[in-house]
């Protein structure tokens, strides 16, 4: 089993006749392009902090008749389109905002194969009830501007099965006509385009809690579509197909059993009039243990197993060989010419499968693999080389070059040009779930982040993928505590899931890092976020609501635990005064302190708003006992004397999170930057005047879903910001 398992975050082809990839150039070395600034109606530009990916590409779809134009779609993190130009891909989606943050995982892509111009995204990220319905995005510019439609049923652009599809499709007899086919209110038909939609006949009947349509293909003029709820038996077919675009029938022969239970993916080669599927047990990505590859000679009705290997063998760790197959693509000049890529192989590892004569024989891509990732290093994993990949369900093919493969992972989008030397081809694509930001006041890096899934990463340049890669000893999954040390920001400490150690520090400003020596038993299974005190001499790690804080004096050689803090607390320490931590009580409504450097709490300000984790605490730097405390909707509250009296700040509607930065010119205290709202939008504010007056510095082209995790000026520049996103990494501005 992998020690390494993409959780995917918190709040978070078979398409057109012929599809295949576009001409994508290949990277290596540690140059990055920069993906070109945009400039907010604020006079600011925002750019995103390079990391390289992070993420899981679910679809990457390659327009058939334009060469350099390519879409691709992420699970929490939006849509792109390659601009060929620039070399880097741009996002799509960033002007959905707060409200709509359900629709930044997408659940499928399509392109009008007639209309180079036209491209369709149905959204949504999650079918639950506490989630919005999805919408469809229809764009006549390449996706420059969009029109909306809102449905009335749930997409899960995050949920099981987000690997599938395209689940969108545009009608091969009729361009003004699309398909869409959902998990849970069967299939729907747009005869407009996408302006409007209805539900049409399917004769399978979709579960509250099923796959439904798991695919959407074009085959000539006949329209195929994959069912995601049968049990494999053949009296429970899971293709279908339609001729007239009325009337759905099961496509006759289809394979059964549990190797062909969920077909994933699908490609047509119309040279040779074959329909390729991949087929697996469950869905995935995660969950696969069989599955199988098929195809089917559209003439005839001829079916054929073309599975390269067959899941279940003995693996070289001697553990069973398990896993399904994923992603598909044909090559769209030279018959017979495609590709195929396991999925959830982890003892073996994935791979991608070619054949060059129909299926019959296969070779295995990774076998001499030579992967470059020096321009994003954290692909690694902190061991000595990068894995070929995991969670591919996401290949293409370019119809221009037959060596040019390109396939996604959790983590990022491999391209070749000779089927051996891969490159990531993911410049301008970031899709990290940021959850803690640091920007010290001195050292090489402007800014330190903690994320989901790749733990934390030492920006030494924001245009550039971290040189040393995520930190490690230990590696963490994703990460739950960072802080350093404001009277000694050399002192930096961390904690986070990871098969080993639970809390790490460093003594270089976060370069590099060593464990705690030891750590509270509580820290395996619910490690918490973790503050230091001025000079770097105490440490506090909470460890939620079920189990107490616990405190050490000698760098985590032994911890205490601190009955008086209120579990689960929200804390902080004080930036002058190495003996004060301060801490709310989420669940009273109370603020407490602690003038005994962390060995006991007492109760302050008391008959606050409570019941929300997520209320933040934070301490204005340089100064002692000025603090600020961010309650969402019930707005922005202060502090002068370390808790003892709050007083609500009237410029503020709502406040979500809150940092500091440099002081304005003239300005005795420092900048402040909010997310939240002075009466209706919320957006990033700033404010050089101690809350008293504020300015939006953000817009409504730049707003990047849910973005109340967390927000840091840079102590060193003026104006500068860095604003944590739910799926689209960390975005900075500055005033242009």
């Known amino acids: 089993m992998s020690t390494f398992h993409l959780s995917r975050r918190s709040v978070l082809a078979g398409s057109a006749a012929a599809a295949a990839v576009v001409s994508l150039p290949t990277v290596s070395g540690r140059a990055q392009a920069e993906a070109p600034a945009a400039v907010a109606k604020s006079g600011y530009r925002w750019r995103s902090v390079a990391m390289g990916g992070t993420g899981f590409i679910t679809g990457v779809l390659f327009h058939p008749a334009v060469r350099g134009l390519a879409y691709a779609r992420t699970d929490i993190g939006g849509a792109y389109r390659w601009d060929d130009l620039a070399e880097s891909w741009i996002p799509l989606t960033d002007h959905l905002g707060w409200d709509d943050w359900n629709l930044l995982g997408v659940e499928a892509m399509a392109v009008d194969p007639a209309h180079p111009d036209r491209v369709y995204l149905a959204l949504g990220t999650y079918t639950q009830a506490w989630a919005g319905n999805g919408s469809v995005l229809r764009s006549e510019d390449r996706g420059a501007t969009w029109k909306r439609t809102d449905l009335t049923v749930k997409l899960g652009g995050n949920e099981d099965g987000r690997g599938c599809g395209e689940r969108l499709l545009v009608d091969p007899r009729n361009g003004d006509t699309l398909w869409l086919g959902t998990r849970h209110d069967g299939l729907l038909k747009s005869t407009d385009r996408g302006a409007t939609w209805k539900a049409v006949s399917f004769p399978a009947t979709p579960s509250a809690t099923g796959q439904g349509v798991t695919l959407l293909a074009a085959a000539g003029r006949s329209v195929y579509a994959g069912w995601g709820d049968s049990d494999g038996t053949a009296g429970k077919p899971n293709l279908y197909r339609t001729s007239d675009g009325k009337t759905w029938e099961p496509v006759p022969g289809q394979p059964t059993g549990t190797a062909a239970k969920v077909p994933v993916r699908a490609a047509y080669d ?23 590859v098929h195809k089917l000679r559209t003439a005839d009705g001829k079916w054929t197993d073309v599975t390269p290997v067959k899941p279940g063998g003995t693996a070289t760790d001697g553990s069973t060989d398990a896993f399904g197959y994923g992603g598909v693509a044909v090559d769209a000049r030279r018959p017979g010419t495609l590709v195929v890529s396991t999925n959830n192989r982890w003892a073996e590892i994935d791979t991608v499968f070619r054949s060059t ?33 995991w969670w591919i369900q996401a290949v293409g093919l370019d119809p221009f070059d037959s060596e040019h493969v390109v396939y996604g992972t959790g983590a990022t989008l491999y391209s070749t040009r000779d089927l051996k030397h891969w490159a990531p081809q993911i410049r301008g694509l970031e899709e990290a779930s940021a959850l803690q930001l640091l920007s010290p006041p001195t050292g090489e890096a402007h800014l330190i982040s903690g994320n989901g899934d790749i733990g934390v990463m030492y920006h030494d340049r924001l245009t550039a993928s971290p040189s040393r890669g995520m930190a490690t000893n230990p590696v963490f999954g ?21 098969s080993s150690a639970n809390g790490a520090w460093s003594n270089d400003g976060g370069k590099t890092w060593a464990p705690f020596e030891t750590q509270p038993a509580a820290a395996k299974d619910a490690s918490g976020p973790i503050v230091t005190n001025a000079d770097g001499s105490v440490l506090l790690w909470s460890f939620g609501t079920t189990s107490p804080a616990h405190r050490s004096t000698d760098n985590g050689a032994t911890w205490s635990e601190v009955s008086s803090l209120p579990k689960g607390a929200v804390l902080v320490a004080d930036p002058v005064d190495p003996t004060c931590f301060y801490a709310f009580d989420t669940a009273t409504g109370t603020l407490h302190a602690s003038t005994d450097s962390g060995l006991t709490f007492t109760a302050r300000a008391t008959g606050l708003s409570s019941g929300d984790t997520e209320f933040r605490l934070t301490a204005a730097p340089g100064r002692s006992g000025d603090l600020w405390l961010s309650l969402k909707a019930n707005g922005l509250y202060r502090s002068t004397d370390g808790g003892e009296t709050v007083t609500k700040v009237g410029s503020c509607a709502a406040s979500y999170t809150l940092g500091f930065g440099k002081a304005a010119e003239g300005a005795s205290y420092p900048a402040i930057y909010m997310v939240g709202s002075t009466e209706t939008v919320i957006g990033v504010y700033r404010s050089d005047d101690e809350a008293k007056t504020w300015v939006r510095i953000n817009d409504d082209q730049h707003q990047w879903g849910w973005i109340g995790r967390a927000v840091s000026g840079d102590p060193r520049v003026y104006g500068r910001v860095y604003v944590a996103t739910n799926g689209r990494g960390v975005q900075y501005g500055e005033p242009t």
């Open 478 to 498: 994703s990460n739950t505590g960072l802080a350093l040390a404001a009277a000694k920001p050399s002192y930096v400490v961390r904690t986070g899931g990871s």
């Open 357 to 389: 004569d129909g299926g019959r024989t296969w070779k295995s891509l990774k076998d001499n693999a030579v992967l470059d990732v020096s321009e994003t290093p954290y692909l690694t994993w902190g061991g000595d080389k990068p894995k070929f990949g």
């Open 270 to 292: 119309r040279l040779t009039r074959e329909l390729y599927v991949t087929y697996a047990n469950a869905p995935g990505p995660n969950g696969q243990s069989d599955g199988s």
